[in-house]
């Protein structure tokens, strides 16, 4: 039986030390706030901005929600973006994507500032990501798992880490995170030969495939640390959700997993508060410095 490595644990350490830093900052006369842009009415969306809204009611955080029309246009969500960079009282902004049909998704994150850019859209953000030359935020997900593997006193430095997903919210960023940490990092993706192979050579697994228990006992061996990032509808139980892992199976071979729902998930909105905190003590920092 393999150690259930909780999320909640590490979300609730998070939004504690949440909790102390927006008290302080609040004490000082700031006043951390989220500005969550949203065109339409995706479902997903309007379920992660409750979990957000939910979030931030916890760790003292304003959380304004601007909902946009999907015929506004480009223009008109590019002007919402622009008020929001230049207004001193927002200290983080996020749009959710991916945006209705028609929109330049690139364009409209490019008016994000790093400074503000709490989930790392803008690609300059992404870029201060990889190169490791200035400040920026990771995508709160990928800092998710470095927040669980370290909550659990996970040992990263020289041990091969593969990630399965290459995508620039999880896998890319990821893997800079993990060689930060001198992990030995493997990306493999869906076009990868012998996929279970690679993934049974690996002290860590991180499942970021985005297809539902794809990952059965063949991609495991005893000892392994199998993190899963997978949201999927669970093909077996309608209105469940379940991971990329088949759990019930790898579960009996490794010997720490993250579950779903549970995991990686539970932790993510609370990176979201953190980088906002963080990004709001940055401006009053630099307030102070002006005057």
């Given at each position: 039986?393999?150690?259930?490595?909780?999320?909640?644990?590490v979300?609730?350490?998070i939004?504690?030390?949440c909790?102390?830093?927006?008290?302080?900052?609040r004490?000082?006369?700031?006043?951390?706030?989220?500005q969550i842009?949203?065109?339409g009415e995706?479902t997903?969306?309007?379920?992660?901005?409750?979990?957000?809204?939910?979030?931030?009611a916890?760790?003292?955080?304003?959380?304004?929600?601007?909902?946009?029309?999907?015929q506004?246009?480009?223009?008109?969500?590019?002007?919402?973006?622009?008020?929001?960079?230049?207004?001193?009282?927002v200290?983080?902004?996020?749009?959710?994507?991916?945006?209705?049909?028609?929109?330049?998704?690139?364009?409209?994150?490019?008016?994000?500032?790093?400074?503000?850019d709490v989930?790392?859209?803008?690609?300059?953000?992404?870029?201060?990501i990889?190169t490791?030359?200035?400040?920026?935020?990771?995508?709160?997900?990928?800092?998710a798992?470095?927040?669980?593997l370290?909550?659990?006193?996970?040992?990263?430095s020289?041990?091969?880490?593969?990630?399965?997903?290459?995508?620039?919210?999880?896998?890319?960023?990821?893997?800079?995170?993990l060689l930060a940490?001198?992990?030995?990092?493997?990306i493999?993706?869906s076009?990868?030969?012998?996929?279970?192979?690679?993934?049974?050579?690996?002290?860590?697994?991180?499942?970021?495939?985005?297809?539902?228990?794809?990952?059965r006992?063949?991609?495991?061996?005893?000892?392994?640390?199998?993190?899963?990032?997978?949201?999927?509808d669970?093909?077996?139980?309608?209105g469940?959700?379940?991971?990329?892992?088949?759990?019930?199976?790898?579960e009996?071979?490794?010997?720490?997993?993250?579950?779903?729902?549970?995991?990686?998930?539970?932790?993510t909105?609370?990176?979201m508060?953190?980088?906002?905190?963080?990004?709001c003590?940055?401006s009053?920092?630099?307030?102070?410095k002006?005057?």
């Amino acid at each position: 039986m393999a150690i259930v490595l909780s999320g909640k644990a590490v979300a609730d350490k998070i939004k504690q030390d949440c909790q102390q830093q927006a008290a302080q900052l609040r004490k000082q006369g700031s006043i951390p706030r989220l500005q969550i842009i949203r065109v339409g009415e995706r479902t997903d969306d309007v379920y992660y901005q409750k979990s957000l809204e939910k979030a931030c009611a916890a760790t003292n955080i304003d959380c304004t929600v601007t909902v946009l029309d999907e015929q506004i246009g480009q223009q008109g969500l590019e002007q919402q973006l622009s008020q929001a960079a230049q207004d001193p009282a927002v200290h983080g902004i996020l749009l959710f994507s991916p945006l209705p049909k028609g929109y330049d998704l690139t364009a409209a994150v490019s008016l994000i500032p790093t400074a503000k850019d709490v989930d790392c859209l803008n690609p300059l953000s992404s870029g201060v990501i990889f190169t490791g030359c200035g400040e920026a935020y990771p995508p709160c997900t990928a800092a998710a798992v470095m927040e669980m593997l370290k909550y659990y006193d996970a040992q990263l430095s020289g041990r091969n880490v593969t990630i399965v997903g290459r995508s620039l919210v999880v896998g890319k960023p990821l893997s800079m995170l993990l060689l930060a940490q001198n992990a030995t990092v493997t990306i493999a993706h869906s076009y990868s030969e012998n996929l279970p192979a690679i993934c049974r050579r690996a002290d860590v697994v991180i499942a970021a495939a985005g297809r539902a228990k794809m990952f059965r006992g063949n991609y495991f061996t005893p000892g392994q640390v199998a993190i899963d990032v997978g949201i999927n509808d669970d093909p077996d139980n309608p209105g469940h959700i379940c991971g990329d892992i088949d759990y019930e199976t790898a579960e009996q071979i490794v010997a720490a997993i993250s579950p779903v729902p549970g995991g990686i998930g539970s932790i993510t909105s609370a990176i979201m508060c953190a980088h906002v905190i963080d990004a709001c003590a940055k401006s009053c920092a630099a307030a102070k410095k002006q005057a």
